[in-house]
């Protein structure tokens, strides 16, 4: 039984360039969620997805981030026009029902240069 | 506007003592709560959770309090061990809606000394 697995695991980019992280969640969860994290903060929850439907936006999500489930299987989170301010730990997680607890993926840190 | 506050940034607890680990939220529609453990190039990994319509929940070594007059709740940790070294994080979530996303506190750093 594998864990939700994010890729890369780091990314460093320059400012401006456009960037796309992956996540597969464990295979029976229907709900994903993509959540991100600075130095000294916990997470901050970004988006989620119930099955193939992106069903929550945060207000942190700017017009500049658009993430995606085709299917309903894995999801990817871009970020275009990055920014300094973009750099942080990108985190996704699955989880199956309403009450479900939510499993994290190892996350994929994002410099920008 | 912090949701959910985790005051202490960090703890050191000798190993075999019990280590207490604090949280206190003020959104009262939060009726779910857990807690998370992360070591350093991880995720963060679920440890326990305690419904609003409880105030205790055990496992193990781990037991969660919670307080809903105080808007506070506790993890207990007996007894210490050093590899429970890492960063807890507290986190709440409502029902209302179906996202169900997660609130963080912004963790403690829980050092057990051998």
């Known amino acids: 039984d594998t864990g939700v697995s994010q890729d890369p695991r780091h990314k460093i980019t320059k400012r401006g360039q456009n960037v796309t992280f992956r996540c597969d969640p464990i295979s029976e969860h229907n709900r994903l969620y993509w959540y991100r994290q600075t130095l000294g903060q916990g997470p901050e929850f970004l988006t989620y997805f119930q099955n193939e439907a992106q069903l929550e936006k945060s207000r942190l999500l700017s017009d500049r981030f658009s993430a995606e489930r085709p299917k309903g299987s894995f999801s990817t989170l871009e970020i275009q026009r990055t920014e300094q301010g973009d750099s942080a730990m990108y985190l996704c997680?699955?989880?199956?029902?309403?009450?479900?607890?939510?499993?994290f993926g190892a996350g994929t840190r994002l410099s920008v240069l | 506007d912090q949701q959910v506050k985790q005051n202490s940034p960090s703890l050191s607890v000798q190993e075999g003592r019990i280590s207490i680990l604090n949280c206190d939220y003020t959104n009262s529609m939060f009726d779910y709560f857990l807690w998370y453990k992360k070591y350093p190039a991880e995720g963060p990994t679920f440890l326990i959770s305690i419904s609003s319509i409880k105030d205790k929940n055990e496992d193990g070594r781990f037991t969660v309090f919670l307080n809903k007059s105080a808007k506070h709740l506790s993890l207990h940790i007996v007894p210490s061990q050093p590899g429970d070294s890492a960063v807890y994080f507290c986190a709440a979530s409502a029902s209302r809606g179906s996202a169900r996303q997660l609130t963080f506190g912004s963790g403690t750093q829980l050092t057990v000394l051998p």
């Open positions: 997680a699955s989880s199956f029902g309403t009450r479900g607890i939510q499993y």
